[in-house]
C-alpha cells in the first residue's frame, strides 16, 4: 500500500514534467520556423539634403581619415584604437577600429567602389561583437540647393540576425545611426571647404 500511495504523485510528477518538455519543444520548433521564413536580406537607407556641392561631399566621403568629424560611432569611445591603412583615400583605403564598447566593437572598411562626384561604396566588416560583411553606398546627386546624399547598407542575415531582428527593429536602430551620421554630415560640408582634394578612383575591378 505504501508504494501505490506515492506512485500516484510521481506519476503525475513525470506526466507534467513530460507536458512541459513537449510544450517547450513545441515552442522551439515553431519560433524556428518563423524565424527560418524571414528574409534573410535587408536594406536600409537615409537620405539627406545638403546646402553643398557634391564635389564637397564626395570629398568628405572619399576620404575615410575625415569621417572622424561626422560618424555617429567616433563619440561612442574616445580609447578607441584607430588605424589607416591602404590608400589615402579612394578605392583601396582601409580603416580598422577596435573598441572594448560593445556599441563600437570591432571591424573593418574598405572603399571598393569611388566615382567622383556620385558614389563611394565600402565593403563593411563586422568582427566583434558579431561576424559580418555588408556593403554601404553612399550616393550623392545635384540638386538645386546643393546635393542630396542617401546613406545605404545591404547585407544578409543570418539565423541569429533573423531572431534579434524578430525582436529589435533592425531599421529603426541603424537608421537612426545614419540619421545622426548624415545630419553630422551636413554640419561639417556647410561650415567650410573641408579636407584637401581626395583621389578620384575608378570602379574597382571585380
Excluded: C
Excluded at 562626384?117 to 540638386?143: M, Q
Aim: proline share 6%; aromatic share 8%; net charge positive.
Amino acid at each position: 500500500m505504501f508504494h501505490h500511495l506515492h506512485a500516484g504523485p510521481t506519476r503525475r510528477r513525470s506526466s507534467l514534467i513530460t507536458k512541459i518538455l513537449l510544450a517547450f519543444a513545441a515552442i522551439v520548433v515553431v519560433f524556428s520556423i518563423v524565424v527560418a521564413t524571414r528574409p534573410a536580406e535587408f536594406h536600409i537607407a537615409r537620405s539627406i539634403a545638403l546646402a553643398a556641392s557634391p564635389e564637397r561631399v564626395y570629398a568628405e566621403l572619399n576620404d575615410l581619415h575625415a569621417w572622424a568629424a561626422w560618424s555617429p560611432w567616433e563619440k561612442l569611445d574616445p580609447r578607441m584604437e584607430r588605424t589607416h591603412t591602404g590608400s589615402p583615400a579612394g578605392v583601396g583605403a582601409v580603416y580598422a577600429w577596435k573598441s572594448e564598447n560593445g556599441k563600437v566593437g570591432q571591424g573593418r572598411m574598405t572603399i571598393e567602389r569611388s566615382e567622383r562626384p556620385t558614389l563611394v561604396e565600402i565593403k563593411l566588416e563586422f568582427i566583434k561583437p558579431f561576424a559580418a560583411t555588408n556593403t554601404v553606398r553612399f550616393t550623392t546627386t545635384p540638386t538645386v540647393e546643393g546635393a542630396k546624399v542617401t546613406w545605404a547598407m545591404d547585407g544578409r542575415n543570418g539565423f541569429l540576425a533573423k531572431a534579434f531582428a524578430l525582436v529589435m527593429d533592425m531599421d529603426k536602430m541603424v537608421g537612426g545611426d545614419f540619421e545622426r551620421g548624415l545630419a553630422n554630415l551636413k554640419t561639417v560640408v556647410e561650415a567650410g571647404p573641408g579636407p584637401g582634394p581626395t583621389v578620384a578612383s575608378e570602379p574597382a575591378t571585380k
